[in-house]
């Protein structure tokens, strides 16, 4: 049996674990059901296995080849799930409240081990080492990817690939390209600080309302007016909290926001303008502020040679029209930190199907993946793998 043979007859496990976990969704730091899951399957088919690893969930798993040494390839796939409520009306729909698998991961997870139990039934089939990187807490900063890369994941480790199972895409294709895909993603949240008072004489107090008001227009002149037009970058203010009832002015209001970039330099301009508009809006209506702008990932940059691989292998999996070159995503992924160890690439998968009504965007409460995706995920991870083993063999 083939290895891609053994994907096929590993099709039916690989939903079965995917609605599983899709059921019993675990928020990151806290993937202790899954991590058990997945350690319990891969021991099960031989693996090497170290749990625990970046002092979390994370898992790391080795798997050598039967036709000797050779080059080492990282395989990595996210875990955790989001604090999002379930809206699907499913059999394998969230039984956790307020807790949802809505960016994919659980099937990332279902993937990932499927390639490790095809793989490990056809060892005799190839040389080098596959290490399997079951990742916690992508979706909270500051993330499971630096502290498990921290805690020696990508030792010896030559190259690495990562796939996202990506809803806006139709199943059948694939995406990728080299340089910048995924933007660098900022958090920043801006307290005003005002003088309350009487929702009938406003002149006797520094409206935080209208402050705030003020700085979520103003803050759209940053990417207008501050940042080079060529340059792709978004400014967004996506939630503002203050007062408690009509007739009474606010003494406080709370903005909290992001920022995406692709660029280091302007990354850092946009901190220092944002900053800027803040103190002189504050400081112009008599107002004081706090600031916390917390910089978040960095923005994920595929190695050229391996998008160049991705050109070459995925036809075989997706035919030359499904393989196409990725427009950039301003999404944010911590796999960017295993590539600016070592080289690889992130590929997105497409998971949509408008035919079957699969439409809605990550983190939906109805998020929703066409399962034959994973298939395809699974069988880009082997023939990018084998592919580079075969080019790097030591014979």
């Keep these: 049996m083939t290895i891609m043979e053994a994907l096929e007859a590993t099709y039916e496990e690989m939903v079965v674990w995917r609605r599983h976990l899709h059921q019993y969704p675990e928020l990151s730091f806290k993937e202790d059901h899954t991590a058990a899951f997945v350690e319990e399957k891969l021991r099960q088919w031989g693996l090497d296995v170290r749990t625990k690893v970046g002092q979390g969930h994370?898992?790391?798993?080795?798997?050598?080849?039967?036709?000797?040494?050779?080059s080492t390839v990282a395989l990595r796939a996210d875990m955790d799930a989001l604090p999002i409520h379930e809206e699907n009306d499913c059999e394998y729909a969230s039984k956790v409240p307020g807790v949802m698998h809505a960016c994919g991961h659980d099937a990332h997870t279902a993937t990932l081990l499927a390639v490790a139990k095809a793989l490990s039934e056809c060892r005799g089939e190839w040389a080098g080492t596959v290490v399997f990187l079951f990742q916690h807490a992508e979706e909270m900063t500051p993330g499971g990817a630096a502290p498990m890369i921290a805690d020696g994941a990508l030792e010896g480790v030559d190259v690495v690939y990562g796939v996202h199972l990506w809803s806006p895409l139709e199943a059948g294709t694939a995406w990728c390209k080299e340089g910048p895909i995924m933007a660098a993603a900022d958090e920043f949240i801006i307290d005003v600080l005002g003088r309350g008072g009487h929702g009938g004489l406003p002149h006797e107090t520094i409206d935080a309302v209208y402050i705030a008001s003020q700085l979520v227009v103003s803050l759209q002149s940053i990417v207008s007016r501050s940042a080079d037009p060529t340059q792709p970058c978004v400014v967004s203010v996506g939630s503002i909290?203050?007062?408690?009832?009509?007739?009474?002015?606010?003494?406080?209001?709370?903005?909290?926001?992001?920022?995406?970039?692709?660029?280091?330099?302007?990354?850092?301009?946009i901190r220092e303008r944002l900053e800027t508009i803040v103190a002189q809006t504050c400081s112009m209506h008599g107002a004081r502020y706090r600031i916390d702008y917390k910089l978040g990932y960095p923005p994920v940059v595929n190695h050229e040679a391996e998008a160049e691989r991705f050109v070459r292998a995925a036809p075989k999996v997706f035919g030359e029209e499904g393989t196409q070159?990725?427009?950039l995503i301003m999404a944010a992924e911590d796999y960017a930190y295993y590539l600016e160890?070592?080289?690889?690439?992130?590929?997105?998968?497409?998971?949509?199907?408008?035919?079957?009504?699969?439409?809605?965007?990550?983190?939906?409460?109805?998020?929703?993946?066409?399962?034959?995706?994973?298939?395809?995920?699974?069988?880009?991870?082997?023939?990018?793998?084998?592919?580079?083993?075969?080019?790097?063999?030591?014979?």
Excluded at 370 to 387: P, R, S
């Design 58 to 70: 994370g898992i790391l798993a080795k798997l050598e080849g039967g036709l000797g040494r050779g």
């Design 241 to 269: 909290h203050s007062g408690s009832t009509f007739n009474v002015i606010a003494e406080t209001a709370q903005l909290k926001g992001t920022v995406r970039t692709f660029d280091g330099e302007l990354r850092n301009r």
């Design 325 to 327: 070159r990725s427009p």
């Design 341 to 395: 160890q070592v080289p690889g690439c992130f590929m997105l998968v497409g998971a949509g199907s408008k035919e079957r009504g699969i439409v809605h965007p990550h983190h939906h409460p109805r998020f929703d993946i066409e399962e034959k995706a994973m298939l395809h995920a699974a069988k880009l991870f082997v023939t990018m793998t084998m592919d580079y083993l075969a080019e790097h063999s030591c014979n």
